[in-house]
């Protein structure tokens, strides 16, 4: 599958508190366009990789996740085109196998949190949550990197203009566990 991408700097408070808008950059100098003359890219999978966070070498996680596009506003997307790895605070039982060994099940930080609307919040009851891949005690599988997965479509190819990120706001203190590199990938153009 093709892939159109690269790397994004994530900052604090791109539009909004604790928001990152990820668009692309502007025209070289001297050349002028209106958003109607733009080509987004189109694919079918979407692919988040969350290379490190503003310090916590433990945990990663957003408060809310917005896919933009062709018209520049939010794709409705079902919680069943989400997928990642690993896919929340619920995963560290699954990773040592046994119960009680890490955050516990039942964990309310689940991926779903990021398309339930509440993205300007600090109730970590609205926000995704996962062990970093690169932290201790964590098997990665291959993976050097946290990732999330959206299906976009199941057939015809979907434009994206842009993605919005709020990152994790639970406390000042756990601020630190927000995005602060993504490499962002589409599939399936």
Not at 33 to 61: A, I
Request: hydrophobic share 35%.
């Amino acid at each position: 599958a093709a892939a159109a991408g690269g790397g994004a700097r994530a900052g604090r408070g791109a539009t909004g508190p604790g928001a990152l808008t990820l668009m692309p950059p502007p025209p070289p100098r001297g050349v002028t366009h209106t958003d109607h003359d733009l080509e987004h890219p189109k694919g079918t999978k979407l692919r988040l990789r969350f290379l490190n966070t503003w310090g916590d070498k433990y945990y990663v996680g957003l408060s809310a996740l917005q896919v933009l596009g062709a018209d520049g506003k939010p794709l409705t997307l079902p919680s069943t085109a989400l997928d990642g790895w690993p896919r929340d605070m619920n995963a560290l039982n699954t990773e040592a196998g046994a119960e009680g060994s890490g955050g516990g099940t039942g964990d309310s930080r689940t991926l779903d949190k990021l398309f339930d609307g509440c993205n300007v919040t600090m109730d970590d009851n609205h926000m995704w949550l996962a062990p970093a891949a690169y932290a201790p005690g964590v098997k990665p599988g291959g993976e050097t990197a946290n990732w999330i997965e959206i299906t976009l479509s199941a057939g015809e190819p979907v434009a994206v203009s842009g993605l919005r990120l709020w990152n994790y706001n639970k406390s000042a203190d756990d601020t630190f566990r927000g995005v602060r590199r993504v490499k962002v990938t589409l599939e399936g153009g």
